[in-house]
């Protein structure tokens, strides 16, 4: 049995064809993703729903080439993104994504209104880019239709309605990514609406925990019919990739960084320390985000590469050099913060301290700057809830994390854990598979399934496996 995956990412909507009978991937492919509507104000980041859903389609024909049987379709999703939508579907706005800043002068506003248990039940997500901020910029300043119902969607469900003529519901995952859904509770705030005054917007039915793999849409693309469960966020999938277990914390590296644990307890606390996400099988995901790292990387290796383009003889690998170099730098006593980006905790920007004659060197430079990563991840792993610091492993994901081994080691050694990678680079295709496996029925439950891609995954030589099969024992979702 065959189902296709999507991963519908901020730079590319990238998929593959999932192997069920054999807990495989392969196929994987890509598109762009629409590029951001020109024109609009520097704080707005649109992209055209109609292009999006082209870009979609797209890639769906060259998944169908590869596997014409295929039974289902599973999707991910960059987080954040809506489009308002009247009762009958028709888009009201254009795709606006997680990327869109229109709301930043709000936050404060809505800090006010909003008391700081109900944000910790809300998540704590209350920051430019979530929906609950750029509706409230909506709702102030428009353009608004007026005397319109408008429903706010998020982006791969507005796809998928469209796609089947079916009204768009949402997976908890994605819901609560509006910053209007209450994580404890399981439902949309209210309380929440009526205090940022949002009441005039309504919200998709939201799935319940037992009821989110079910099929929700059937799509009919190039005469063949999918059957497609509610998509869901994409930080939660690609942790379900790496087979994170209660007791392990994640450290993922990219473009941007988190780390996260996994517990069956809601721990929003009052001090908005961390974020509280719905996960899978009843579980919470605990959250420290928006932690500096490859975004932040670039800036360095922009400058050391610099020179190298305006000659004309751009440098063909340089981050193995920088890997080189950092192996032949033992120690160093440079410093370097990475907040280059504004990401909510720290706007000064970031820093380069105590240079030295002889220690201003790409070695020195960059092993500074994975100090300081490493010690980022300490601190902000020790501001989530209490029960979690008994962390038994270190689990990494993410391209940077698989890439700088150098770094991995500075990070074990900050923590004094051992670690593991997650099983494959693409860590959302893992979780999509694993999710495929219970929605096509072939796995009764998600822990289950989890087993299985454990199996498959040859993950024997740690624990694991034996964790995941533990908890399959009392597994009914």
């Not at 910053?179 to 319940?208: I, K, M, Y």
């Not at 504004?342 to 500074?368: M, P, Q, W, Y």
Request: with cysteine; net charge negative; hydrophobic share 40%.
């Amino acid at each position: 049995m065959n189902y296709l995956a999507i991963d519908l990412g901020s730079s590319f909507v990238k998929g593959a064809v999932l192997h069920l009978d054999s807990c495989r991937y392969e196929s994987v492919l890509k598109v762009t993703t629409p590029e951001r509507l020109p024109g609009s104000p520097p704080s707005h980041y649109e992209l055209s729903a109609g292009a999006l859903c082209n870009s979609v389609a797209s890639l769906l024909d060259q998944l169908l080439e590869a596997a014409p049987d295929a039974e289902g379709l599973v999707m991910c999703t960059q987080m954040h993104g809506m489009v308002l939508v009247d009762d009958d579907g028709v888009a009201h706005s254009n795709a606006i994504t997680w990327q869109d800043q229109r709301g930043a002068p709000y936050v404060r506003w809505l800090r006010e209104r909003l008391s700081p248990p109900l944000l910790a039940d809300l998540g704590n997500e209350l920051r430019p880019g979530v929906p609950i901020t750029t509706l409230t910029c909506l709702s102030a300043e428009g353009p608004l239709p007026s005397g319109k119902s408008l429903h706010v969607v998020s982006l791969p469900d507005y796809v998928l309605s469209q796609f089947s003529g079916q009204p768009a519901v949402v997976d908890p995952t994605n819901a609560a990514a509006y910053g209007l859904f209450n994580v404890r509770e399981g439902t949309w705030s209210d309380e929440a609406l009526a205090a940022a005054g949002l009441e005039r917007f309504t919200f998709p039915r939201v799935l319940s925990a037992d009821g989110a793999l079910q099929t929700c849409y059937q799509i009919s693309h190039r005469g063949r019919v999918l059957n497609c469960p509610a998509p869901v966020g994409d930080h939660q999938c690609a942790l379900f990739g790496s087979l994170i277990c209660e007791g392990e914390l994640s450290v993922n590296i990219s473009t941007g960084s988190q780390v996260s644990v996994v517990s069956r307890d809601f721990e929003g606390g009052s001090d908005l320390s961390h974020q509280v996400r719905p996960f899978f099988a009843g579980q919470f995901l605990h959250a420290a985000t928006h932690i500096p790292a490859g975004r932040a990387l670039n800036v360095l290796m922009g400058l050391l590469t610099e020179l190298p383009g305006l000659a004309g003889t751009p440098l063909a690998d340089p981050w193995s050099l920088v890997q080189k170099a950092v192996d032949e730098t033992p120690l160093t006593d440079l410093e370097v913060e990475l907040s280059f980006f504004d990401n909510g905790r720290n706007s000064r920007g970031g820093t380069v301290r105590c240079i030295r004659e002889k220690n201003f060197t790409v070695g020195h430079l960059f092993r500074a700057a994975f100090a300081g990563m490493a010690s980022d991840y300490h601190r902000y792993a020790l501001g989530l809830p209490t029960p979690s610091k008994n962390w038994s492993r270190l689990v990494f994901s993410g391209g940077i994390a698989n890439k700088v081994p150098s770094l991995r080691s500075m990070v074990e050694n900050e923590f004094g854990l051992p670690s593991r990678l997650s099983p494959t680079k693409d860590d959302t295709m893992l979780g999509l598979l694993i999710l495929a496996l219970r929605a096509s029925g072939k796995a009764a439950g998600i822990n289950e399934a989890r087993s299985e891609v454990a199996t498959a995954f040859d993950l024997s030589g740690t624990a694991v496996r034996d964790q995941i099969r533990q908890s399959s024992n009392c597994d009914t979702s």
